[in-house]
């Protein structure tokens, strides 16, 4: 099975919230496990957005980035290119899209034509979610009970 990860989803691998365990599951039991090149500097930003804020002490943040770090090898990382421009043109047309949120559904919708398989988007953010399905996409949100 293929997983796209957006932003929202992977962070639960590293910072402990509602989701992590479902998360660790799907990345478990992946076979590829994608992503945006986006996600390296959102999954950054996310964590020390979090240390600075002293939810997480310096021991933690090392040990999350070197977690990530590692991980990140391991992922087919879609990156963001001119093909994806128009298709991003046209989901914020149709959705109410944040820019990134906009990146990372292209880049699934992307594979997904590319491969011609079906990709699991699995994703937090649940307005992104909804766009996803909408574009028919198989959706896992991994805070969802």
Do not use: C
Not at 39 to 47: N, P, Q, V
Not at 93 to 117: C, E, I, M, N
């Amino acid at each position: 099975m293929i997983y796209y990860l957006d932003s929202s989803a992977l962070v639960k691998r590293y910072i402990r919230e509602d989701g992590t365990d479902k998360m660790n599951s799907v990345i478990a039991g992946a076979q590829i496990l994608v992503t945006s090149k986006l996600t390296y500097a959102e999954i950054l930003s996310a964590f020390f957005k979090k240390y600075r804020a002293k939810e997480l002490s310096e021991k933690i943040l090392l040990n999350v980035l070197e977690k990530f770090e590692t991980d990140w090898a391991y992922f087919l990382v879609i990156e963001f290119g001119d093909e994806l421009l128009p298709l991003i043109k046209k989901l914020i047309q149709k959705h109410y899209l944040r820019g990134a949120d906009s990146v990372h559904l292209s880049s699934a919708l992307w594979l997904k034509d590319t491969v011609k398989t079906d990709i699991t988007f699995v994703a937090s953010d649940l307005n992104l979610l909804e766009a996803a399905n909408s574009e028919t996409l198989q959706i896992l949100n991994p805070a969802e009970k």
